[in-house]
């Protein structure tokens, strides 16, 4: 059935793992997910961005994912990443979406209290949870020093005040990843010390992180070998996640990491296979890819395999 969040990110905080929660944006993508979930018995979070309903157009994905409910009978959640405004959320809502994020991290922190507060009257009112967002995401794309990036990390005490007067069911923090294949310069790096202090302001509470993927480099190396241009790209290492999954984290938000292995396995077939113009047989393999990683991710990284 279609889930709240509510008692999968309940027993994750408590088996000190996290529910991975990946972006969807045609059939392939979901299909390869929702087998990797049935395979790993795991629960499961399917995201729809902006960008991906302008894509697919809402009622394609809405259709897809129901009937990924149905041919499964897994529980899986399905929730609006990233909402910009009232609006948007309200049509999930609307549309029976059963999680909305409402992204208010760019606007100063009372005008994110009240833009968050007036999403979660509306989506608790219809039995819709609701992810709120603290502190910025920003990468090493946005060209800022470390000491200006921190600045940007969510503040632990305002993170208690924000939940406190929003009534957010979870909470995005920034502690130093960012969205994207560009993640860090030189070392990776991650403010564990203030995840530390956010859990302890708000124990039991269900924190968030955006910007997780790890860009294996065994998928950017096929890229690159195959005629892709992505040099540079560095993501979160899996020991961090894994990390992170063990605190207050519950909800680990993958995109990049599927965009890669998808793009690499069609890159490789057709230098392989320059004859072949069936697209179900690249896209087929790419749904096996995204299957593959997911069900790495779910087994070896979050530590959710097993516990639907
Ligand atoms: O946070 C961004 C997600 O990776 C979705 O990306 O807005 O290009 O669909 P998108
Ligand atoms: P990545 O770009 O690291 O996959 O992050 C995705 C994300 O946070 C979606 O909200
Ligand atoms: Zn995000
Ligand atoms: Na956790």
Redesign the pocket.
């Given at each position: 059935p279609l889930v709240t969040s509510r008692e999968m990110f309940k027993k994750a905080y408590e088996g000190g793992y996290a529910i991975g929660a990946f972006?969807v944006?045609n059939m392939e993508i979901i299909q390869g997910i929702v087998e990797a979930a049935r395979e790993e018995k795991a629960p499961l979070i399917l995201q729809v961005?902006?960008?991906?309903r302008k894509?697919a157009r809402p009622i394609y994905l809405k259709k897809l994912v129901e009937a990924a409910v149905e041919d499964t009978g897994i529980p899986i959640v399905l929730h609006l990443?990233?909402g910009e405004d009232f609006e948007i959320c309200k049509a999930c809502i609307d549309d029976g979406f059963t999680s909305v994020m409402i992204d208010g991290s760019r606007l100063p922190f009372e005008e994110n209290i009240a833009l968050t507060r007036r999403v979660v009257e509306y989506a608790h009112e219809r039995g819709v949870v609701v992810e709120g967002e603290l502190g910025r995401l920003a990468g090493v794309e946005d060209n800022v020093k470390v000491s200006d990036r921190e600045a940007t990390f969510t503040d632990p005490d305002q993170a208690l005040e924000f939940v406190e007067r929003t009534g957010v069911d979870s909470l995005a923090v920034a502690i130093g990843t960012s969205?994207?294949a560009y993640k860090f310069k030189g070392e990776a790096y991650l403010d564990f010390e203030r995840l530390k202090k956010i859990t302890e302001k708000l124990p039991g509470f269900p924190l968030v992180l955006?910007?997780a993927s790890s860009v294996l480099p065994e998928y950017v190396e096929i890229c690159n070998r195959y005629g892709g241009n992505i040099p540079g790209a560095q993501g979160v290492p899996e020991d961090m996640l894994r990390k992170a999954a063990s605190m207050g984290v519950c909800k680990i938000?993958i995109?990049?990491d599927l965009r890669l292995a998808m793009t690499a396995t069609i890159r490789r077939y057709f230098s392989e296979n320059p004859s072949e113009f069936d697209p179900r047989k690249y896209l087929g393999e790419a749904r096996e890819a995204i299957k593959k990683i997911v069900r790495h991710k779910m087994r070896n990284v979050l530590g959710c395999s097993g516990k639907i």
């Open positions: 972006n944006n961005s902006a960008g991906a894509y990443d990233h969205h994207g955006h910007g938000n995109d990049t």
